[in-house]
């Protein structure tokens, strides 16, 4: 049995975990997958954006025409772009793995795979057992499988599309969430003939408006076959042919399935320890991340990431690390009063499509549902400057605020650098600021695209004063 005073379970956002200022600690981190650094750096967050990014510039090129820019000419050459990406983050991802591996005298790194045999000990593949006096689960999720469509050298999922050898023809995408209309727009972009089957519709959880907003555009661009699922699927000489719950049929090159991402606790035996779960299979943690057994905080077991974490993002998962660091640091023995704990709000939200969206919070309809007395305001990117400057006709930022204190309770932005334009709204929401004087009360550089938000901002104010109905 090998004894050590700190398990961290996965590589991922757990890595971030052992610092110096827990020097002290005899450190074992546990890792199975083929590659190092978790989801978000090898198959997630990173790659996929820097995919995207080159999307968007073939996509601008295609473009160029409205701008009045003739005769732009793009070759796609994947080979190049995948080895360029994959150049950079193998390098990371390896360089991180040998640093853990002889890099720190008190961090020890396993690469296999552990299931739980008491709360705070666990076994590997090979039967090695190690006990901790303190353990993080940091497992993570997986791409979850359809019933329907079995994996296959045809059929992948996100953590093996990025590696293909050469561009399918037609590619066929099922699911509607946002790995599924990030591939879409990416694979778009580049040239691929995208048919995506959701079985309902795209973004399903958007503000309405946006959601009509994505979906027209989404439909522009690629095949959409919204509300019907894939019933079976054939392997034929040159593809797979899908079954559709409506009768129809698709033939692609090649699949990609993208329905959501299942927690690992089936992996790590957490129920046989006695962990509390949610219905999907995450860990219930309490506000300072430790892990519940029947309802009561387990002695020295933290959770971070998309093992319990309701947002399966990695803003989420890195900010639930900062916390079980700062309580890991507090020692064994804290009282709850010395500890850290989790209480960070709203959580933004961000897909890099084509278009992008960002939001965070309530629509309208979600927080009258939960008694508010609010109200929104909409503006479109074509009534800015900015907007004239992308000649943008489809783009806006909506705001839903609570009439009696003028706070922000949601906020939802579709078009170009929906992401970065949120910011401003996540910082006023997070620290609970009315949009009273809000937009007045600092520059915004003219005639950049923040304008879009200062002016969405001007109206909720006049909203309040009663100037706007
Ligand atoms: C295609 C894609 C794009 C994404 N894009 C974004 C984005 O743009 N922005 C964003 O915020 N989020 C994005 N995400 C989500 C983000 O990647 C995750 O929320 C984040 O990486 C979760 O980190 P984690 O540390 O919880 O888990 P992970 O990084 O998955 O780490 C968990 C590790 O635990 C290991 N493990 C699991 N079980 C065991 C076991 N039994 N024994 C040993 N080791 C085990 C796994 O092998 C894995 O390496 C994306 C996800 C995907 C799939
Ligand atoms: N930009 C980002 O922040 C980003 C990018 C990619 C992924 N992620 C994270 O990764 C997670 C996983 O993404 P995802 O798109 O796989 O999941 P998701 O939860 O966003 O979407 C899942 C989709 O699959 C559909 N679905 C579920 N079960 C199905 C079934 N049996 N048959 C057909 N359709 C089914 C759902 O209706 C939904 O449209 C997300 O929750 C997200 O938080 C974030």
Same mark, same amino acid.
């Given at each position: 049995?090998?004894?050590?005073?700190?398990?961290?379970?996965?590589?991922?956002?757990?890595?971030?975990?052992?610092? %110096?200022?827990?020097?002290?600690?005899?450190?074992?981190?546990?890792?199975?997958?083929?590659?190092?650094?978790?989801?978000?750096?090898?198959?997630?967050?990173?790659?996929?954006?820097?995919?995207?990014?080159?999307?968007?510039?073939?996509?601008?090129?295609?473009?160029?025409?409205?701008?009045?820019?003739?005769?732009?000419?793009?070759?796609?050459?994947?080979?190049?772009?995948?080895?360029?990406?994959?150049?950079?983050?193998?390098?990371?991802?390896?360089?991180?793995?040998?640093?853990?591996?002889?890099?720190?005298?008190?961090?020890?790194?396993?690469?296999?795979?552990?299931?739980?045999?008491?709360?705070?000990?666990?076994?590997?593949?090979?039967?090695?057992?190690?006990?901790?006096?303190?353990?993080?689960?940091?497992?993570?999720?997986?791409?979850?499988?359809?019933?329907?469509?079995?994996?296959?050298?045809?059929?992948?999922?996100?953590?093996?599309?990025?590696?293909?050898?050469?561009?399918?023809?037609?590619?066929?995408?099922?699911?509607?969430?946002?790995?599924?209309?990030?591939?879409?727009?990416?694979?778009?972009?580049?040239?691929?003939?995208?048919?995506?089957?959701?079985?309902?519709?795209?973004?399903?959880?958007?503000?309405?408006?946006?959601?009509?907003?994505?979906?027209?555009?989404?439909?522009?661009?690629?095949?959409?076959?919204?509300?019907?699922?894939?019933?079976?699927?054939?392997?034929?000489?040159?593809?797979?042919?899908?079954?559709?719950?409506?009768?129809?049929?698709?033939?692609?090159?090649?699949?990609?399935?993208?329905?959501?991402?299942?927690?690992?606790?089936?992996?790590?035996?957490?129920?046989?320890?006695?962990?509390?779960?949610?219905?999907?299979?995450?860990?219930?943690?309490?506000?300072?991340?430790?892990?519940?057994?029947?309802?009561?905080?387990?002695?020295?077991?933290?959770?971070?990431?998309?093992?319990?974490?309701?947002?399966?993002?990695?803003?989420?998962?890195?900010?639930?690390?900062?916390?079980?660091?700062?309580?890991?640091?507090?020692?064994?023995?804290?009282?709850?009063?010395?500890?850290?704990?989790?209480?960070?709000?709203?959580? %933004?939200?961000?897909?890099?499509?084509?278009?992008?969206?960002?939001?965070?919070?309530?629509?309208?309809?979600?927080?009258?549902?939960?008694?508010?007395?609010?109200?929104?305001?909409?503006?479109?990117?074509?009534?800015?400057?900015?907007?004239?400057?992308?000649?943008?006709?489809?783009?806006?930022?909506?705001?839903?605020?609570?009439?009696?204190?003028?706070?922000?309770?949601?906020?939802?932005?579709?078009?170009?650098?929906?992401?970065?334009?949120?910011?401003?709204?996540?910082?006023?929401?997070?620290?609970?600021?009315?949009?009273?004087?809000?937009?007045?009360?600092?520059?915004?550089?003219?005639?950049?695209?923040?304008?879009?938000?200062?002016?969405?901002?001007?109206?909720?104010?006049?909203?309040?004063?009663?100037?706007?109905?």
């Amino acid at each position: 049995m090998d004894e050590v005073e700190l398990l961290i379970i996965g590589a991922g956002s757990g890595n971030s975990i052992p610092t %110096p200022q827990l020097s002290a600690l005899s450190i074992a981190i546990v890792d199975d997958a083929p590659w190092f650094g978790g989801t978000c750096l090898n198959v997630g967050c990173i790659p996929t954006k820097m995919f995207v990014h080159v999307a968007d510039v073939a996509r601008s090129a295609r473009d160029a025409e409205r701008l009045g820019l003739r005769n732009v000419h793009i070759d796609v050459d994947w080979p190049a772009i995948r080895d360029r990406v994959f150049g950079r983050i193998d390098a990371i991802a390896m360089s991180g793995e040998e640093y853990r591996r002889s890099g720190e005298p008190n961090v020890s790194l396993v690469r296999e795979s552990v299931r739980f045999t008491a709360p705070r000990e666990v076994e590997t593949d090979s039967g090695r057992r190690i006990r901790a006096e303190r353990v993080v689960i940091a497992a993570g999720s997986r791409p979850r499988a359809h019933p329907a469509v079995p994996p296959s050298p045809r059929v992948l999922t996100s953590d093996e599309i990025m590696h293909i050898d050469a561009l399918p023809a037609r590619l066929a995408i099922v699911g509607g969430g946002v790995v599924a209309v990030e591939f879409a727009a990416m694979f778009e972009g580049l040239g691929v003939e995208v048919v995506q089957i959701a079985r309902s519709t795209l973004l399903r959880d958007l503000d309405p408006e946006l959601q009509g907003r994505f979906m027209a555009a989404a439909a522009a661009s690629w095949e959409v076959r919204s509300e019907t699922n894939v019933v079976a699927s054939t392997e034929t000489a040159d593809g797979v042919r899908l079954e559709l719950s409506d009768g129809s049929a698709v033939s692609a090159e090649l699949v990609l399935v993208a329905i959501g991402r299942e927690p690992n606790t089936d992996r790590l035996g957490t129920e046989d320890v006695g962990f509390d779960h949610h219905p999907d299979g995450r860990l219930v943690v309490d506000r300072y991340q430790r892990v519940l057994s029947g309802g009561e905080a387990t002695a020295g077991v933290f959770a971070l990431g998309d093992i319990d974490a309701a947002h399966q993002l990695k803003h989420v998962a890195n900010h639930e690390a900062r916390v079980v660091q700062a309580n890991l640091l507090a020692g064994p023995d804290a009282p709850e009063v010395k500890l850290v704990a989790n209480d960070l709000a709203p959580v %933004p939200s961000a897909v890099f499509s084509a278009p992008q969206v960002a939001w965070f919070g309530e629509t309208l309809a979600t927080a009258e549902q939960c008694g508010f007395d609010a109200f929104e305001v909409l503006h479109e990117y074509a009534w800015t400057a900015w907007g004239w400057a992308l000649e943008d006709r489809d783009s806006c930022c909506k705001l839903v605020v609570e009439a009696l204190t003028g706070r922000l309770l949601g906020a939802h932005i579709i078009g170009p650098d929906a992401p970065v334009l949120l910011q401003p709204l996540v910082l006023a929401a997070s620290n609970g600021m009315s949009v009273r004087g809000l937009a007045r009360s600092q520059y915004w550089p003219h005639p950049a695209a923040s304008e879009i938000v200062e002016n969405a901002l001007l109206k909720a104010e006049d909203y309040l004063l009663g100037a706007v109905t």
